[in-house]
């Protein structure tokens, strides 16, 4: 099961992971993953999200279907 953990301005996300991170940037928010998979890498881009709920959501549905065990959040409302 994929977790939730705020990061500070200061973190990042460890090297050695598959994660998604999501930031606030001009207002919107903005989620961003990674995968490494035996056929290739994988990346989460989407467009970005209105709202933080929207990003989590899409973002932890993204990391579950690809058994990431963690979404970063450095977004502060």
Known sequence: ?????????????????????????????????????????AYFQPEPFDTLDEAVTASLAWAEQNEIPFVYVRASE
């Open 1 to 41: 099961m994929t977790q939730l953990k705020d990061i500070d301005g200061a973190s990042k996300p460890p090297e050695k992971e598959d994660w998604v991170l999501i930031e606030k940037v001009d207002g919107k928010f903005v989620a961003d993953g990674s995968l490494s998979a035996i056929d290739g890498p």
